[in-house]
């Protein structure tokens, strides 16, 4: 029963702004809107429940282990702004190469490779379990700050 009305709290209260916030109320717009709160009461609802509820953490990365990856949150900005203004210039090439992580988890960090893919001057093209290797494009002659963040060292290997 209270999971009901969790989702139906939700439900009034996304519905409830969703009125405030449109201009007209139209019989359209009421059925966007409990449509739309609807979705959104359903999955704040389970998103509460697989966050809070008193089930078994899955196997992941411990808190030393999540320090680069806050460290190279924190400098994504930054290397976005590098690369955008490195790309500007004509002429830029980029070229590929295999990297071997200081570190083992992050092969299989979603949020690592995430990172190493958002900025536009490297990405990931292609992650080698087996042999413990990524295969990354990068506009630079080498390594740049969140790659050596995440990676280690990041020569080629």
């Known amino acids: 029963m209270a999971r009901w009305t969790e989702t139906a709290l939700w439900f009034v209260a996304l519905l409830g702004l969703y009125v405030i916030l449109i201009t007209a109320v139209s019989p359209v717009e ?3 809107g409990v449509v739309a709160a609807g979705a959104g009461a359903a ?3 389970v998103a509460r429940r697989g ?3 008193d089930t078994p953490a899955p196997a992941g990365p411990s808190w030393p282990a999540a320090v680069p990856l806050v ?3 924190l400098w994504l900005p930054v290397q976005i702004l590098a690369d955008s203004l490195r790309l500007a210039r004509p002429g830029t090439r980029g070229s590929f190469a295999e990297v071997r992580p200081d570190r083992s988890d992050v092969l299989r960090s979603g949020l690592a490779m995430l990172l190493l893919s958002a900025s536009p001057g490297t ?3 292609a992650v080698d379990t087996e042999r413990g290797t990524l295969r990354v494009h ?3 002659p080498g390594p740049d700050r969140i790659e050596r963040l995440l990676l280690g060292d990041g020569q080629p290997r």
Do not use: C, M, Q, S
Request: proline letters at 0%; zero cysteines; charged letters at 15%.
């Open 30 to 32: 009421l059925l966007a």
């Open 43 to 45: 999955a704040a609802a």
């Open 51 to 53: 966050l809070l509820e």
């Open 71 to 73: 460290r190279a949150a």
């Open 123 to 125: 990405y990931v093209t």
């Open 138 to 140: 990068r506009i630079g």
